[in-house]
């Protein structure tokens, strides 16, 4: 009876055992697994606080190629109603033009019964209102051109300013190009050309 009880008790001994060791690897288990747990989020706080760093960052750039992107919208406005303001001003000259050229010819036709020396001289006022008529399109349409390409860029640029940021540097350079291409022309200076078609200084 003792025997059997002895070995009764040593075998639950030997099964208390096992489970005490079955529990203590499966807490080395869990505790490994918690260690890796700690890590891996210890990285992932690090990882997000890096994430929250580029976005600010990136957030502050776009605020700053927003603001830029409007700048140069604005500027571009500018140009446009210059533009405009130029097409303009060539239409009426175009139009005061032909009425000149309309009243040259009929003061013309009117002398033909008149010396030839007064003949003459009409025809060299219509000669020389002709000349001036045609140097006056040739530089209004050459300025226009140079507009429309500076307008042209600076579109380009806006574009461009979302990734470079360049576009406050465009209009003084184009802007002062036409002029002097307008100027070169006319065979004038500058201040001049600016006074003839009266260009106000948005700057």
């Known amino acids: 009876m003792k025997r059997r009880l002895i070995e009764d008790l040593r075998s639950r001994l030997k099964a208390s055992q096992e489970n005490v060791k079955t529990s203590n690897e499966t807490l080395e288990s869990l505790e490994r697994k918690v260690k890796a747990l700690a890590a891996d989020c210890l990285n992932k706080k690090t990882s997000i606080d890096s994430l929250k760093q580029r976005l600010n960052v990136a957030t502050e750039e776009k605020s700053n190629y927003e ?3 409007h700048k140069a919208k ?3 406005k500018k140009k446009d109603l210059k533009l405009t303001n130029l097409e303009s001003k060539m239409t009426e000259t175009e139009h005061a033009m032909s009425e000149i050229e309309t009243s040259a010819s009929q003061q013309l036709h009117d002398l033909t019964k008149q010396s030839g020396q007064a003949l003459e ?6 000669l020389f209102t002709s000349d001036k008529v ?4 040739t530089f209004a349409k050459a300025l226009t051109r140079e507009l429309q390409h500076s307008i042209q860029e600076l579109r380009t640029k806006i574009k461009q300013a979302k990734k470079m940021g360049e576009v406050s ?3 003084k350079g184009l802007s002062q190009e036409s002029v002097q291409l307008a100027a ?5 200076s500058t201040t001049d050309l600016e006074e003839i078609l009266e260009i106000e200084d948005d700057e």
């Open 67 to 69: 603001q830029m992107y």
């Open 74 to 76: 604005d500027e571009l």
């Open 121 to 126: 001289t009409v025809q060299k006022q219509l």
């Open 134 to 137: 045609e140097e006056f399109m």
């Open 169 to 171: 540097a465009c209009k």
């Open 184 to 188: 070169s022309i006319l065979n004038v």
